[in-house]
């Protein structure tokens, strides 16, 4: 299953709307033969994947999948019954999948003989890359996170409005490798025109990677003809407006949206209750003035402050990244 997790990573943005999910096919004596992930919309999904993968090797085999195998028909035919075809004799999987016009995979499989088992690693495929299409089948909407990159005095920007580098390649490369599992970019027409950023996911070499995120731009402002976001490498959707639940509402199949600012942007989805993550980049850097990374001027006192879990802390370099969720 741990391999099944790491397999859907290369889905996670790639196969939306579908879920991004992985499949492992055992042979009949315990031995690896075929690993497999969701493809881009209207191509195979995992299971399909790792069986063309095994071969002949997947009869009296066993399946290890992050989702339940769907049992429904839509732009490919129901999984459940490609194992059945394929001789599999045994399917675990973690997550009962929550859509109802797909689920009943595992009940097919189960009235037909094949040993069938869920829950299987369950909280860690919960925690992965299928988290964010579980919980907009749970909510409605994209997940939300909130990205700052600022110092130890939370500041995003020197007085002269300097900020690169903050903080060090190893962050930036972490950050544009999650991008490349994003399925949008969301940004101020504040930002927008005073730094031109181009918002790819780009690799250390600066090559890009094969999926990018749609790019977002909040606020009522144009964009100049010659602004990078124009560049055509990914779409971009401009939100004429303050409302951060029109950007959500532009974005329909939308599983991961990233906030990346400014400061205004940031604090506008938080005063809103739209952000459900926050991934703070912190550098061992101490700038004693400058521009905050977070500016909500609907907190005016300790009692509103929006209040977070820690998830994780993971080192970068001489850089934090501290992921937190939402406090609900």
């Given amino acids: ?27 009949a004596d315990g031995a690896l033969a075929g690993v497999g ?22 009869r009296g085999g066993t399946a290890v999948v992050t989702l339940e195998p769907c049992n429904h028909t839509g732009r490919t035919g129901p999984c459940a019954q490609a194992l059945l075809d394929a001789g599999i004799a045994a399917v675990y999987y973690a997550v009962p999948d929550p859509n109802p016009q797909a689920a009943g995979g595992a009940a097919a499989l189960s009235s037909a003989g094949v040993t069938t088992v869920g829950g299987v690693r369950e909280a860690e495929v919960r925690r992965g890359p299928l988290g964010p299409w579980l919980f907009r089948q749970r909510e409605g909407r994209p997940m939300v996170t909130a990205k700052i990159a ?36 969301v940004i101020g027409t504040g930002t927008a025109l005073a730094d031109d950023p181009a918002l790819t996911a780009r690799r250390p070499d600066g090559s890009l990677y094969e999926h990018q995120p749609t790019r977002v731009v909040l606020g009522t402002r144009g964009l100049p003809p010659q602004a ?28 991961w949206v990233l906030v990346e600012g400014g400061p205004g942007i940031i604090g506008a989805f938080l005063a809103a209750g739209l952000v459900d993550q926050v991934q703070a980049y912190l550098a061992p ?12 001027r ?6 509103q402050a929006h209040r977070l879990h820690r998830e994780s802390v993971t ?11 939402a406090a609900r």
């Fill in 298 to 303: 609907s907190v005016t006192t300790l009692a």
């Fill in 37 to 58: 992930h969701t493809q881009p919309v209207g191509g195979p999904h995992a299971e399909v994947m790792a069986l063309r993968q095994a071969g002949q090797s997947a």
């Fill in 228 to 255: 990078r976001l124009r560049d055509g490498t990914a779409p971009l959707v401009q939100v004429r407006s303050h409302d951060p639940h029109q950007v959500l509402e532009a974005l329909p199949d939308a599983q």
């Fill in 285 to 296: 850097t101490i700038l004693g003035d400058g521009h905050p990374a977070v500016l909500d």
């Fill in 150 to 185: 600022a110092t130890l005095d939370g500041r995003v920007a020197a007085p002269d409005r300097t900020s690169q580098w903050i903080t060090g390649p190893q962050a930036r490369e972490h950050a544009h490798a999650q991008r490349a599992r994003l399925d949008a970019i």
């Fill in 315 to 325: 080192e970068l370099g001489d850089d934090l990244l501290i992921t937190l969720t």
């Fill in 1 to 27: 299953m741990l391999l099944a997790i790491e397999t859907s990573g290369a889905a996670q943005g790639a196969s939306t709307p579908n879920p991004p999910v992985g499949a492992v096919i055992l042979d």
